[in-house]
């Protein structure tokens, strides 16, 4: 039997995407090798590629004149080549520090630039989001950086900063999927995989084109965004494996109803375990309600000797990833797109007989 799982990432993966992938790879599609030993420059992978280029064009709807391709590196990677491609001299950027992978973020950018931190949450320990239309770019501003949803903290931005004529540059590599976004309103939107798409390697990239030239031209190969541009990401050889499975991930969310279908479904699992929370008072979530996230959710029972006993008994019952994160401990349940809906109603009757019993 499966265990439910509620890891924040690597994370949970459609059952029917692992079985297809099972099926076919020894033999894909009967071409008689597998997707992850053929050439990246031959038809078979570039085939696969195309089409997943375009299923994520059409659930996103994303803009003719936006590049999308996928990187190695982590979205990690992208701290340091955001900042070298477009904190040019005389500039500065902005940046949002909403939590742990922001921070990181803007730390980076620090060493490589100069660096406005537009909001600070550091006085709320990063339970809070501002109000979007109080955020103003600075008047030398190269860029606006933000990330949509911070894994750790569970905080997630429900709209955004208009930005005007300064670039709203977004990391989404957790809730990306999980909802409609109008993608004109960012210059650049990107994410590591392995929450929402598909198994860790890959980081996807979605550019408005005339981002380029605003670019630092003299840059190495790997680090420039023109060359990435100019080669559909196939500079060098791309993560082949993540890819594919993106692909298959991508097909079961057109199955599913689309962008549409997974914040339906977003929203019941996530309402099932607030619901849970907010009617007790055993639980309690430390996060603003109105900027919970709806793909991780911590919270925190009376004792940190109760928390340690509910992750044992959870697990116990075959769920497993719930224990928040080092940084500050807690319980914290992942619900990304694959999850299944009767996993959660699991965690949440779990919780309820917990509390019956230690409450």
């Not at 982590?74 to 955001?82: D, N, R, S, V, Y």
């Not at 709203?168 to 109008?182: A, E, F, K, Q």
């Not at 993560?239 to 962008?259: C, H, M, Q, T």
């Amino acid at each position: 039997m499966r265990k439910r799982n509620f890891f924040a990432g690597p994370s949970v993966l459609p059952v029917e995407v692992l079985e297809e992938i099972r099926d076919n790879i020894v033999d894909y599609q009967g071409q008689g090798l597998s997707m992850i030993e053929a050439s990246h420059r031959g038809g078979m992978f570039e085939e696969m590629y195309d089409q997943c280029l375009d299923l994520f064009r059409k659930l996103l709807g994303i803009p003719d004149d936006y590049d999308v391709y996928f990187l190695g590196g982590g979205a990690t990677l992208q701290f340091t080549m955001i900042p070298m491609n477009f904190l040019t001299e005389g500039r500065c950027a902005d940046y949002c520090m909403t939590g742990t992978w922001s921070n990181k973020a803007t730390k980076d950018a620090q060493k490589l630039g100069r660096v406005n931190v537009l909001w600070d949450g550091k006085s709320s320990s990063y339970t809070t989001l501002p109000d979007p239309s109080t955020l103003k770019p600075s008047s030398d501003s190269a860029y606006v950086y933000l990330c949509a949803n911070e894994t750790i903290g569970g905080i997630e931005w429900k709209s955004f900063p208009d930005t005007g004529d300064v670039p709203l540059i977004c990391d989404m590599s957790s809730d990306i999927l999980s909802r409609p976004v109008d993608v004109s309103r960012f210059a650049m939107i990107y994410g590591g995989v392995q929450k929402n798409l598909g198994p860790a390697g890959a980081t996807f990239i979605i550019m408005r084109r005339d981002m380029l030239d605003r670019r630092n031209a003299d840059l190495t190969a790997y680090m420039d965004y023109a060359l990435h541009s100019k080669e559909k990401g196939l500079y060098n050889t791309p993560p082949v494996f993540s890819i594919w499975a993106v692909k298959l991930v991508l097909e079961w969310i057109v199955r599913n109803g689309g962008v549409e279908g997974m914040d339906r479904r977003a929203e019941e699992k996530s309402g099932m375990i607030y619901s849970v929370i907010d009617s007790s008072d055993f639980f309690r979530s430390p996060v603003d309600k109105a900027v919970r996230s709806r793909m991780n959710i911590v919270f925190r029972l009376p004792s940190e000797e109760l928390e340690a006993k509910f992750i044992s008994e959870s697990k116990a019952e075959g769920m497993l990833g719930l224990k928040g994160h080092r940084s500050v401990g807690g319980l914290r349940a992942s619900l990304y797109n694959a999850l299944p809906v009767e996993d959660v109603k699991a965690l949440a009757d779990f919780m309820k007989e917990f509390e019956r019993k230690n409450g």
